[in-house]
């Protein structure tokens, strides 16, 4: 068996180590309270951006993985380390990571990095594997400081000199992230032919797969943008039943209701699909004969916000298949209340289940 290299001896990586993780033990909480503050700045201006993200996490270096790196040796002299001084080296005890559900909405989360922090570098591990011909996770990596006007005011001051990494990836290029890390080859120069042709193919599909999302999410865009216009246009024809479309469509009808959530249009789209509604033309001519505000007073002794009053003027168009074709009409409290509800309208003299849509099987 041949001898250990002497030139490998002459430094103490033990005791490198062991001064290295004290020093970072005293100061870690620093680091933490960094991590989580880059991390609400973020997520605060994300939301008065109305930027959609899949998950935001904040983490200091765990001390273990810390240990580790601290003793990663020089690659052109293995016999020192690679971290003179990891305490001011090591650039990624705090950080932060931003997972997205597009690639698009990767651009917008740099666009608010670079607004809310100094930038220090930015590397996109994505050319880096493609001009190394490597495997590997697709990620862009941000190395930032919090902004001068920041840094001085009492709350952040002793965050102000400290570095923190963001690293931004979409959900699918997590999920590669976080089962690359779990594999048992850690060198790409190890791991068996037909293990990385396989490897590679995924990564392909993975990358189809990102775009593709991508591209459905620019067409509902599309579509949602062209639907609101032919509703605003009055073209209900071409216009096919959706939460957004309806929300549109009743905010044009029936006068906007801010209290509204997505979810209840949503709710109610998906009733007039079973109802047997296919276009908004076909809802406008069996709501037309029908004063929202008339019916409203009639049922309720007053004006009621604009669903209720929808579904008011639904229930005298449909009459009793508004009731027997609902999904709780099982429900007899339910099925009592609406019968005395469409009772009223009739007791009014309001004409009853004039729409002639039949509601699908």
């Known amino acids: 068996m041949s001898e250990a290299n002497p030139s490998l001896q002459n430094f103490d990586f033990e005791n490198h180590k062991a001064r290295a993780v004290l020093d970072y033990q005293k100061i870690r909480d620093v680091y933490e309270g960094c991590s989580e503050t880059v991390k609400s700045i973020l997520k605060q201006t994300f939301s008065e951006k109305r930027i959609k993200v899949a998950t935001i996490e904040a983490r ?16 052109e002299d293995p016999s020192s380390p690679k971290y003179a001084d990891p305490l001011t080296e090591i650039t990624d005890l705090s950080g932060v990571r931003v997972i997205t559900f597009f690639p698009n909405t990767i651009t917008e989360v740099e666009e608010v990095i670079r607004e809310q922090f100094e930038v220090i570098e930015r590397i996109n591990k994505t050319d880096i594997l493609i001009k190394n011909e490597k495997l590997g996770y697709q990620s862009v990596h941000f190395l930032v400081q919090l902004k001068h006007n920041r840094g001085i005011l009492p709350e952040y001051s002793r965050f102000s000199y400290l570095k923190t990494e963001i690293q931004v990836r979409t959900i699918l290029q997590h999920a590669w992230a976080e089962i690359e890390h779990d594999i048992q080859y850690k060198s790409e120069e190890t791991i068996p032919a ?25 067409e509902d865009d599309r579509i ?57 033309q076909e809802l406008e001519e069996c709501l037309s004969p029908y004063d929202d505000n008339e019916v409203s007073r009639k049922v309720s002794g007053g004006r009621q916000g604009q669903l209720t009053r929808f579904e008011y003027m639904l229930l005298a168009a449909l009459g009793e298949k508004f009731i027997t074709n609902h999904e709780w009409k099982s429900a007899e409290w339910w099925s009592k209340w609406k019968y005395e509800l469409l009772g009223k309208i009739k007791a009014a003299g309001i004409p009853t289940g004039t729409c002639a849509i039949e509601p699908t099987k």
């Open 60 to 75: 200091a270096k765990a001390i273990d993985s810390f240990a580790e790196k601290a003793v990663t040796p020089n690659e």
């Open 194 to 218: 037909q293990i990385k042709r396989r490897f590679i193919a995924l990564a392909g599909l993975i990358e189809i797969a990102d775009r593709e999302f991508q591209a459905i999410q620019n």
């Open 224 to 280: 949602r943008i062209e639907a609101r216009q032919s509703v605003s246009e009055g073209k209900l024809g071409q216009v096919e039943i959706t939460g957004d479309a309806l929300k549109a469509y009743l905010d044009r009808k029936l006068g906007s209701d801010g209290r509204m959530t997505d979810t209840s249009y949503d709710w109610e789209a998906k009733r007039l699909i079973k109802y047997g509604f296919r276009n908004f």
